[in-house]
C-alpha cells in the first residue's frame, strides 16, 4: 500500500487509534519509522504511535513510499483493519 492511499483512505478516522503491524500472526506497536528507497518501514517497539503521531512524522516522505515491515527485507502491507482501538495494517 502507497503512503498516500493509506493517508487518504484513514483520514476520517480517530487520531488517537493506535497504530500497529502483523508479523508471523502477531501484532507490533510500530514506534518509530524508517526510510529505506522507496519503502516506509514500520519500526517495532514497546509503545505505539497514534494515527496523529504517524502522520506526522510521515508528512515529509513522498506518497509513492510503499508502507512495509522488515523481516529479511521489506515486506510490503496491503492494508489494514481496525480492532480495540487499534489500526492493525497487515
Known sequence: MRLVDFNL??????????VYFV?????????SL????????????KKALTLDQFKARSQTISGAAQLAFS?????????Y????GKLILG
Open 9 to 18: 483512505s484513514v483520514a476520517e478516522l480517530d487520531p488517537h487509534l493506535q
Open 23 to 31: 508479523q508471523d500472526k502477531r501484532n507490533f506497536p510500530v514506534e
Open 34 to 45: 524508517r526510510i529505506e528507497d522507496n519503502w516506509l518501514i514500520m519500526v517495532a517497539g
Open 71 to 79: 523481516k529479511n527485507g521489506p515486506h510490503k502491507l496491503f492494508g
Open 81 to 84: 483493519h481496525l480492532r480495540s
